[in-house]
């Protein structure tokens, strides 16, 4: 079974600064693929990112990147230069290969807070 | 700027009453999924369809509620009856569900109380 861990509840950053917010993912399947959502306080879920398991290079999208470990099984997901928008929760999530069904499976989330 | 759309936005029933939410895919995707969010238990799939199809929907309370895709540019997910413990924020997504890295979009989501 897919397991999804977000190890942390809750961060600060400061404005401005970078922040990782970790994610880890247990799968046996070779092919799979990670996502990271945000959930601001207006409640919708956003899109933020996508990496492959086969990818070579770690993805980025605008001030996102993603610092995908393949070996650890960890993608964790970098912002830079925190803005106040950021604040938010975040969801890290995976989708593999052999589940027919394209089902995401998501982690518990982590909430974050910039600080100005 | 295509988008999933969720009604109602808000529900507030009481125990006993049929709750029906709407979802309407973003056009031209085949893949349609009804999740729900509570603090306690997180994101949880409830549903999913695949060209109207319903595939999978182990997640889902069969006693009382219900999903179905009347057409491609519909789905319903319904409560019957409806009992505290549903309440929540229910969530429709959907995909083009073509590819390993297909995106699932989100819809706003229905916030349900039930009394």
């Known amino acids: 079974a897919q397991k999804i861990t977000q190890t942390q509840p809750g961060m600060f950053v400061q404005e401005k600064e970078a922040v990782t917010l970790d994610c880890t993912y247990d799968?046996?399947?070779?092919?799979?693929?990670l996502f990271w959502y945000k959930q601001p306080s207006s409640g919708e879920m956003i899109f933020l990112i996508y990496?492959?398991?086969?990818?070579?290079q770690n993805a980025t999208e605008g001030r996102y990147s993603l610092n995908f470990q393949k070996a650890r099984k960890s993608a964790n997901l970098v912002i830079s230069a925190s803005q106040l928008g950021d604040s938010a929760m975040y969801f890290c999530?995976?989708?593999?290969?052999?589940?027919?069904?394209?089902?995401?499976?998501f982690g518990g989330g982590t909430r974050l807070m910039v600080k100005p | 700027d295509a988008r999933v759309t969720q009604t109602p936005r808000h529900k507030v029933t009481e125990m006993g009453q049929e709750v029906t939410m709407r979802c309407q895919p973003i056009?031209?995707?085949?893949?349609v999924f009804w999740y729900r969010q509570t603090m306690m238990q997180g994101l949880e799939l409830l549903a999913y369809?695949?060209?109207?199809?319903?595939?999978?929907d182990s997640g889902m309370p069969k006693d009382r509620f219900s999903a179905e895709m009347p057409d491609a540019t519909l789905a319903t997910l319904k409560i019957q009856p409806s009992e505290p413990r549903d309440s929540a924020v229910y969530f429709c997504?959907?995909?083009?569900?073509?590819?390993?890295?297909?995106?699932?979009?989100f819809g706003p989501g229905t916030r349900l109380t039930v009394l």
């Open positions: 999530a995976m989708r593999d290969y052999n589940n027919a069904g394209n089902m995401l499976t």
């Open positions: 369809f695949r060209n109207r199809a319903p595939l999978d």
């Open positions: 990496q492959g398991s086969y990818d070579e």
């Open positions: 997504a959907s995909g083009s569900g073509q590819l390993l890295g297909d995106t699932q979009y």
């Open positions: 056009l031209g995707h085949n893949t």
């Open positions: 799968t046996s399947d070779q092919s799979y693929g």
